[in-house]
């Protein structure tokens, strides 16, 4: 086992109930991503990250967990996770799950006894307040549905603290026995053998008047003792963190290898869609610049979308606008501070540059991960409420119901996506996997080929400055692997010079293709790009060199 093994690792993203319904009920459940590990195998991905599975409302999908220690009955039972678990390791799949750690659902236990009475024995597990001017700099995350992060409980004329949804109370981390219980929650988890936890809202766990409270050192100290007490007992447990911050501030949750070893890139995703968008390298280069390294033994998750809105919290105003105005142009496109559409849309469904974004995904420093359907170039709704357009059934066939269960459609948790263009009589696993020339092959390829080379989990990154801004070019090196990842950006036919002289005398070939290119001078490469086109050239040193 190699303790960083999260290194090599291509992450998946997966919504239990919208994966595959095992029994009719209308519901994915864990019997149903069961049955599809063998998919998921094939594909090539290795390590699902599963969302919030626990006991819940759903009133935030998951993330307002009621029971700590209990599946969602509509998704099964312990059994069914503990087998779907051994059953995940058996093909080589890893298994992290989804630790919802700053607040729990206001139908937990803990909260219906807190709001129960002042004088309740676990109300300080809550932060309460006889006014709503505390923690007045914390920003409010929902903007568009919240106005407040207090809320007022006329049951015992208090208002109560939350970040996210009202039915969401914030636990209050300065009381010890919430320190102590998070950790018993995780432990009950590791225990059944998973391989970590994506670990959720990390930036606000404690507050302090006064701040904005987000990323204070008290939090980094908590987080450094959830890393000890897991790493003791689960030492190839990795924890993920989800901290949307700029890029100072995401890079402190690795502490200095003593806290989380992998944290989502939220600093560069918006800038790749800005980057496709202007046909210009510059804001992935700026940003890239802009990231302090990070220590040896920590990854960067790096992703193009998720089950969330795409978020623009952490660019500036000026480029949320023109975020907003380019890749959302309807209003009912964004949500909050972002844009809740899947990422076929936001590529105009064009293969060619879905494929070019997910290149940049498999060859940029980190470990990527794939949010269940983008593999298929799956479609949204807007018309959903919330975030969930992006989280409709998995679309497997063109059969009823996109083959996603067996329940009348009036019966899904969520409509089947079924316009033209990305229906599901269209956009299916099945139709993806008979067409050879399908993006779905694409991306199983480049999966394939990046699992052969460790130098892009592994390698270190240095960016060239070609004189075509709309070439993005990268040389990772690891041991005695160099490659350059050549990318162009532009819907146009492009070509540039490389700066390659320090590999003179070696003959580049591309490892998607094998297509072996001339061999490099001291004069700058020249190099030919058809629109959106791309290449991971390997520069083996060559024979007798
Ligand atoms: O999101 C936490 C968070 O900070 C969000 O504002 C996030 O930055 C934004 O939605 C864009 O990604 C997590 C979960 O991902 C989200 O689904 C939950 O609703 C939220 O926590 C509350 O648990
Ligand atoms: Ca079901």
């Known amino acids: ?78 059994d069914d ?12 799949l890893r298994v992290i799950a989804d630790m919802v750690m700053n607040h729990t659902s206001d139908q937990h236990p803990w909260f219906v006894q807190a709001r129960s009475s002042r004088a309740a024995s676990n109300r300080d597990y809550y932060l309460w307040n006889a006014d709503d001017e505390k923690f007045k700099d914390a920003r409010v995350i929902f903007v568009d549905s919240q106005t407040s992060n207090w809320h007022y409980d006329p049951h015992t004329g208090e208002f109560y603290f939350h970040r996210f949804y009202t039915q969401q109370p914030d636990l209050n981390y300065d009381n010890p026995v919430i320190q102590h219980e998070m950790l018993d929650v995780m432990n009950f988890w590791l225990e059944m053998g998973i391989d970590g936890f994506r670990c959720d809202a990390v930036p606000y766990l404690f507050k302090r008047e006064g701040t904005n409270c987000e990323n204070l050192p008290e939090t980094h100290e908590y987080l450094k003792r959830v ?46 869609f800005m980057s496709l968008k202007q046909q210009d390298r510059g804001p992935i280069v700026a940003i890239a610049q802009q990231t302090p390294p990070i220590p040896d033994s920590c990854q960067w998750c790096t992703f193009l979308r998720n089950h969330d809105e795409l978020t623009l919290e952490m660019v500036t105003s000026e480029e949320r606008e023109w975020m907003w105005r380019e890749y959302a142009p309807e209003p009912r496109m964004r949500l909050n501070l972002g844009i809740r559409r899947r990422l076929a849309p936001l590529l105009d469904n064009n293969q060619r540059k879905i494929e070019l974004a997910n290149s940049l995904l498999f060859t940029l420093p980190g470990s990527p991960i794939i949010y269940y359907g983008d593999e298929i170039g799956m479609g949204d709704d807007i018309w959903l409420k919330d975030r969930d357009g992006v989280r409709t059934p998995m679309q497997w066939s063109a059969q009823e119901c996109a083959g996603f269960s067996k329940a009348p459609a009036s019966r899904l948790y969520a409509p089947v996506i079924h316009d033209p263009i990305y229906g599901y009589a269209r956009v299916n696993v099945e139709q993806q996997r008979a067409d050879p020339e399908s993006l779905y092959h694409t991306l199983k390829w480049l999966i394939a080929i990046r699992r052969q080379h460790p130098v892009f989990g592994r390698g270190d990154c240095i960016f060239l400055t070609p004189p075509n801004p709309a070439i993005l070019a990268y040389i990772r090196h690891y041991q005695d692997e160099t490659v350059v990842a050549v990318h162009n950006l532009s819907e146009r036919a492009q070509e540039t010079g490389l700066d390659l002289g320090a590999f003179e005398g070696r003959t ?24 959106y086109q791309f290449f991971w050239l390997n520069l083996a040193p060559s024979q007798g060199s």
């Open 81 to 92: 996770f503990r087998e779907l678990v051994q059953a995940a390791h058996a093909r080589g």
């Open 227 to 272: 890393r000890r007490f897991v790493s003791e007992r689960f030492p190839d447990a990795v924890l993920l963190a989800e901290a949307n911050q700029w890029p100072r501030d995401a890079v402190a949750y690795f502490g200095g290898g003593d806290e989380f070893q992998m944290a989502f890139n939220f600093p560069i995703m918006p800038r790749i």
């Open 508 to 531: 580049p070939v591309d490892l998607l293709t094998k297509q072996s290119f001339p061999p490099i001078t001291r004069e700058p490469y020249r190099v030919q790009f058809q629109p």
């Open 1 to 78: 086992m190699d303790p960083l093994w999260y290194k090599d690792a291509i992450f998946y993203e997966i919504y239990v109930r919208a994966f595959a319904d095992s029994n009719g009920d209308g519901q994915g459940d864990l019997c149903g991503l069961l049955a599809k590990l063998d998919y998921l195998q094939d594909l090539g991905v290795d390590c699902l990250w599963l969302l919030p599975i626990c006991e819940s409302p759903l009133v935030d999908d998951g993330y307002d967990v009621s029971d700590y220690r209990r599946i969602l009955p509509e998704y099964g039972t312990l």
